[in-house]
């Protein structure tokens, strides 16, 4: 602070001048909102004590021959400082006081999303495939009675297939017969031909039930693609060709389908299916003609109707597609598992 009654010379001023300008500097540059502001003008331009008022006051010590001049810097100061306090005074007005700190443009928390089963997505993999085929998909229920399950499969009386212990029939009775669980989707067959006539090109994926110890391959309850196409002319040729597009759309172009000879009461000839993909063979389900007695069973001509039937298990084609070893993994509705899908 300079003198009042000592002589001041011009440099000295002008030196005062300059420290009070870089003090304004640095207390305005620091000043983040209004009342940081203010505190920074009662310093520099207070009335009674601020130091551009000091520096007022030592402007009467100055030499006279010098005062021109002083009072000259002394104006630069003074406009300079009323520019740069009107500065820092629209810069925190135009800041609101308190930033609040949401960014709008951050992407919010996503609620975590589940997705369909691998078995579901599996069925609708193979319904997507065989609609291109032409085959379209229908239900049938999951609650049968023997006809529909055996008699018109022809699967007679005696066949270990109707045995109690390999079926869950049921306390419910039709007529005199229990109803069961079905053991397999092959019922769709003769619900579908018992309501329309050919041709018919018909998927049915569904559960089937029986009695078995879950293990590795083995679970009570399964699924089924069932396949039927009843048209003039259908020969095992068409039937193969079809089961190699499913298994290509499937599991793609690398897959091989190879049939076993084999037999079901409801096919003839029948086989077994088997599919080879990295380098190993896995039975797949069966499948053939559809047997004269089937057709007949159901109202149509065997001397002028054919068609082939297959029965694939999904979980099989889900595992082997996948890479699971144990079907059980499907049903312990572990996330870790399922998320993997
Ligand atoms: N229903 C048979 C089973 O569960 C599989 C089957 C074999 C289905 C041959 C068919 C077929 O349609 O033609 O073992």
């Keep these: 602070m300079l003198s009042r009654v000592a002589d001041v010379s011009l440099d000295e001023l002008i030196g005062e001048i300059g420290r009070c300008r870089s003090a304004a500097e640095d207390l ?3 000043a983040a909102d209004a009342a940081a502001v203010e505190r920074a003008r009662v310093e520099l331009l207070g009335a009674r004590s601020g130091r ?6 030592s402007l009467s010590a100055v030499d006279p021959s010098q005062r021109r001049d002083a009072g000259r ?8 400082l009323a520019a740069a306090l009107a500065a ?3 810069r925190v007005a135009a800041r609101p006081e308190r930033v609040v700190p949401i960014d709008v443009t951050l992407p919010g928390a996503a609620a975590p999303l589940g997705h369909v089963h691998p078995i579901t997505q599996t069925i609708r993999r193979v319904e997507e ?3 291109r085929l032409g085959f379209e998909s229908v239900d049938g229920p999951e609650v049968e009675d023997q006809w ?3 008699d018109a499969l022809a699967i007679p009386p005696e066949h270990p297939a109707r ?3 390999d079926n869950f029939f049921l306390a419910v009775a039709r007529g005199a017969e229990p109803l069961l669980l079905r053991s397999q989707t092959s019922t769709v067959q003769i619900r579908v031909m018992e309501r329309r006539r050919p041709p018919l090109r018909i998927v049915s994926l569904g559960r089937v039930y029986r009695p078995d110890t879950a293990d590795a391959t083995h679970y009570p309850m399964f699924h089924q693609v069932e396949g039927l196409l009843v048209e003039p002319g259908a020969t095992m040729a068409h039937l193969k060709t079809t089961l190699r597009l499913l298994a290509v759309g499937f599991l793609g172009p690398g897959v091989r389908v190879r049939f076993r000879p084999s037999f079901f009461p409801f096919t003839e000839p ?4 088997d599919m080879e993909w990295g380098g190993r063979w896995v039975e797949m389900g069966g499948a053939g003609m559809v047997d004269p007695a089937v057709l007949a069973a159901v109202g149509l001509d065997p001397e002028t109707v054919s068609g082939f039937a297959f029965g694939l298990g999904v979980e099989r084609i889900a595992a082997r597609r996948h890479g699971v070893a144990d079907i059980r993994d499907f049903y312990r509705n572990d996330v870790r598992f399922l998320r993997q899908f």
């Design 28 to 30: 305005l540059a620091g």
């Design 52 to 57: 551009l008022k000091a520096i007022q006051k």
């Design 73 to 80: 810097h002394f104006n630069e100061l003074k406009d300079w």
């Design 88 to 90: 820092a005074q629209e």
């Design 129 to 131: 495939i065989m609609a």
């Design 148 to 150: 529909h399950n055996f």
């Design 163 to 165: 045995d109690p212990l």
């Design 270 to 273: 029948s086989v077994e299916v």
